[in-house]
């Protein structure tokens, strides 16, 4: 089974550089599933074909219930 890494904040500063590291790492990440968090868009520069994006608030119990039922986050 494959790894699960959740990103919060995706659409920010830190969020963009931490999803564009995961994307373009090929050992040990390339088949992990990273799921990206915010209220904003993604910035264009995420390769957002190995993403999942989801628009919305991490202080939302039922996304996040949803998110760590579908992924099983490490």
Request: zero cysteines.
């Given at each position: ?11 920010g500063?830190i ?15 390339s088949?992990?599933n990273?799921?990206a ?15 999942q ?22």
């Amino acid at each position: 089974m494959s790894k699960s890494y959740l990103v919060t904040g995706a659409g920010g500063e830190i969020g963009t550089s931490l999803l564009k590291h995961f994307t373009e790492l090929s050992d040990g990440l390339s088949d992990a599933n990273v799921v990206a968090v915010d209220l904003n868009d993604l910035h264009p520069e995420v390769n957002q074909k190995r993403v999942q994006f989801y628009k919305g608030s991490i202080t939302s119990p039922e996304l996040l219930e949803t998110l760590e039922k579908k992924y099983q986050f490490d």
